[in-house]
């Protein structure tokens, strides 16, 4: 069975602390992808791995940054968490380019 | 920016009903896809209509698309208490990588 695995569904951090989400899978999968889920705003894309090492921005990558050092795990960033960043993360995988995302279950992170 | 964006936000059928949405996107296509999340959980793939395809079933489901008009629907028949969840259409940018880009989603509520 496919799986995407995000390191943990919720999450409360501190104004001005780095966080860092993880995203594994397990399906030797190119595509990485990282999105925030706001009420009434749909999945936002904030970062895209098309491959080991390589990235591309989304459509709100503001404070956010990511890295993707090995196939399988995808980790976005924070660098100085804000309260404006409370949302829904979640993380999707798939190859090749045309085919359906697998989704990990989300991290639901709270900033205070 | 939104590639997809579902109509209507939001809908409230009785068990027994037939469920619509539909999905309009901006530019061209190679798939459109359907997506299905449950209240706080990570989204999962329904079903894939590929750009020369002009309708596809899939159990309960039915997807058509039109391409002269950009817009997709999906018919859920003989609806389910269970069915009740947030449908989200997505489709590959064929502009920018084939970033996965997802409209904001419709709420189905199906009351038993």
């Known amino acids: 069975d496919v799986k995407v695995t995000q390191s943990s569904r919720y999450l409360v951090k501190r104004t001005g602390e780095k966080v860092f989400l993880e995203c594994v899978q397990d399906?030797?999968?190119?595509?990485m992808f990282w999105y925030r889920q706001d009420p009434g705003l749909g999945l936002r894309l904030i970062y895209f791995?098309?491959?080991?090492?390589?990235?591309e921005k989304g459509d709100i990558p503001e404070g956010y940054s990511v890295s993707r050092e090995k196939k399988e795990r995808f980790s976005l960033i924070l660098e100085s968490a804000s309260t404006n960043q409370t949302s829904m993360y979640l993380c999707?995988?798939?190859?090749?380019?045309?085919?359906?995302?697998?989704f990990g279950q989300g991290t639901r992170l709270t900033v205070v | 920016s939104q590639q997809g964006e579902e109509d209507p936000q939001a809908l409230s059928i009785q068990e027994g009903e037939n469920a619509t949405m539909n999905c309009s996107y901006k530019?061209?296509?190679?798939?459109l896809q359907w997506y299905r999340q449950n209240s706080g959980r990570g989204l999962v793939h329904l079903i894939l209509?590929?750009?020369?395809?002009r309708e596809k079933h899939s159990g309960r489901l039915r997807v058509t698309l039109d391409t002269s008009k950009k817009s997709s629907s999906l018919l859920i028949t003989a609806s389910r208490a269970a069915d009740t969840a947030s449908y989200f259409c997505a489709t590959p940018r064929m502009d920018s990588s084939y970033k996965l880009i997802f409209g904001s989603g419709t709420r189905l509520l199906v009351r038993p």
């Open positions: 999707a995988s798939r190859s090749p380019v045309d085919t359906e995302a697998f």
């Open positions: 791995s098309y491959d080991v090492k390589m990235k």
């Open positions: 399906m030797d999968h190119e595509n």
């Open positions: 530019t061209s296509i190679n798939n």
């Open positions: 209509i590929r750009s020369n395809e």
